[in-house]
């Protein structure tokens, strides 16, 4: 098979981490006999000083008609002062409304080899922690009004968290249906007992249910779902939230897995090209020293394989590989344990690429 991907490269540890990621999608291309076609799409930090804007159109316009898009991470002290209004942050959220991505899924999932990072209590963590963030990513607080002025001699400001019914349907609709392909529990995650916004996502996700009767719903406010989450993350399958609820706790989520730089993500909208990317940021404290972890990025490459690409073994193989080495005790910075072998981002991705084989 022939597949153009939509390549950005980022800021900070970005550019290290997609080399690999791209050495690990051309072993799987020689091994499964595919072309992949990367095609470069500036984004960020790096687009504002090449063109003065954090997305040009002609990126926005390369991911949408490749078949998928892959990016690593963008922002960075260089750009936090600049104006507002092109700080790199705003790329990305002008990439994910562009290219229409209302759905970001995120595995939470206990790799065996790294349980030992993990910092909950040894026997909340042998029940097992395999859940998925289904966050809803083109509304809400963010997306909303920010509005900052001076009221009576001091300064106010509001954002507006705003949904509407159709935005909360189709996120919904991904949550049952995800659910439908895991183990058939989801848990719709508000704030019901204080926000209007909460009880319009409440009640529609009530009247959406009797279409999964085999999903076993139940609703938590945010505050308890926080708790839940560190006294008894197994009692998860799927979690279905908003923007800054699914922000906040997907980011818990990463912490209860193991290193933030271990875990990818995907967002998804209406058609198949989605946008694949690492959890993490930039880590501008670590770039161009060869220390970043490579997996989260290989990880995300592998997600794209599987959810937008139709190459589920593909991806196996990579998951597979990335298992396999850390089993051969090989560890980046962050993963470091005693008895293991310390190695920087270059030598975890050619040593997953060689497990490709
Ligand atoms: P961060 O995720 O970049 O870093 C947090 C900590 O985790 C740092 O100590 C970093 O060294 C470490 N870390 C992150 N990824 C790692 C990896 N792959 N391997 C090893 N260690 C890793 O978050 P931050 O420091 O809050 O933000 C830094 C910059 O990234 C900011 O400009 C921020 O706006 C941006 N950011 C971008 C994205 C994105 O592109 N989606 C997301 C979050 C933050």
């Known amino acids: 098979m022939e597949k153009r991907i939509a390549i950005i490269r980022g800021d900070g540890i970005g550019p290290e981490i997609m080399t690999q990621a791209i050495a690990v999608l051309d072993a799987v291309a020689a091994k499964f006999g595919?072309?992949?076609?990367?095609?470069?799409?500036?984004?960020?930090?790096?687009?504002?000083?090449?063109?003065?804007?954090?997305?040009?159109?002609s990126s926005l316009a390369?991911?949408?008609?490749c078949d998928s898009a892959l990016l690593s991470a963008i922002g960075g002290p260089k750009w936090d002062t600049i104006d507002p209004a092109i700080r790199p942050e705003k790329g990305l959220l002008a990439l994910r409304a562009g290219m229409k991505l209302y759905a970001n899924?995120?595995?939470?999932?206990?790799?065996?080899?790294?349980?030992?990072?993990?910092?909950?209590?040894?026997?909340?963590?042998?029940?097992?922690?395999?859940?998925?963030?289904?966050?809803?990513?083109?509304?809400?607080?963010?997306?909303?009004?920010?509005?900052?002025?001076?009221?009576?001699?001091?300064?106010?400001?509001?954002?507006?968290?705003?949904?509407?019914?159709?935005?909360?349907?189709?996120?919904?609709?991904?949550?049952?249906?995800?659910?439908?392909?895991?183990?058939?529990?989801?848990?719709?995650?508000?704030?019901?007992?204080?926000?209007?916004?909460?009880?319009?996502?409440?009640?529609?996700v009530n009247e959406m249910a009797p279409?999964?009767?085999?999903?076993?719903?139940?609703?938590?406010?945010?505050?308890?779902?926080?708790?839940?989450?560190?006294?008894?993350?197994?009692?998860?399958?799927?979690?279905?939230?908003?923007?800054l609820f699914g922000d906040i706790l997907s980011d818990e989520a990463s912490q209860i897995v193991g290193s933030i730089g271990m875990l990818p993500s995907a967002s998804l909208g209406d058609g198949t090209c989605g946008l694949y990317e690492p959890i993490h940021g930039s880590a501008p404290d670590i770039a161009g020293q060869d220390l970043a972890n490579p997996i989260g990025m290989i990880l995300a490459a592998a997600m794209m394989l599987r959810y937008s690409l139709e190459m589920p073994e593909e991806a196996a193989a990579i998951e597979e590989a990335v298992n396999k080495t850390l089993e051969s005790g090989l560890r980046t910075g962050d993963i470091m344990e005693e008895g293991m072998t310390r190695v920087g981002c270059k030598a975890m991705g050619e040593a997953i690429v060689k497990m490709i084989g």
């Open 105 to 204: 899924l995120r595995p939470a999932e206990m790799i065996p080899q790294l349980k030992d990072a993990c910092p909950l209590r040894p026997e909340i963590v042998e029940k097992g922690i395999n859940f998925l963030v289904v966050r809803e990513l083109i509304g809400g607080a963010y997306f909303g009004e920010h509005k900052t002025w001076e009221e009576n001699g001091e300064m106010a400001a509001h954002d507006i968290m705003a949904y509407k019914e159709h935005e909360i349907r189709r996120i919904a609709r991904v949550g049952f249906e995800t659910a439908m392909k895991r183990n058939k529990k989801m848990c719709s995650v508000d704030k019901a007992n204080v926000l209007d916004s909460s009880k319009l996502w409440r009640k529609i």
């Open 211 to 243: 279409e999964f009767p085999e999903v076993e719903l139940r609703h938590m406010y945010v505050d308890n779902a926080a708790m839940q989450l560190i006294r008894d993350p197994s009692q998860f399958d799927v979690i279905v939230t908003e923007n």
């Open 34 to 57: 595919h072309t992949f076609i990367y095609e470069e799409a500036p984004m960020g930090g790096n687009a504002i000083d090449a063109f003065g804007v954090p997305l040009p159109e």
């Open 62 to 65: 390369t991911c949408l008609s």
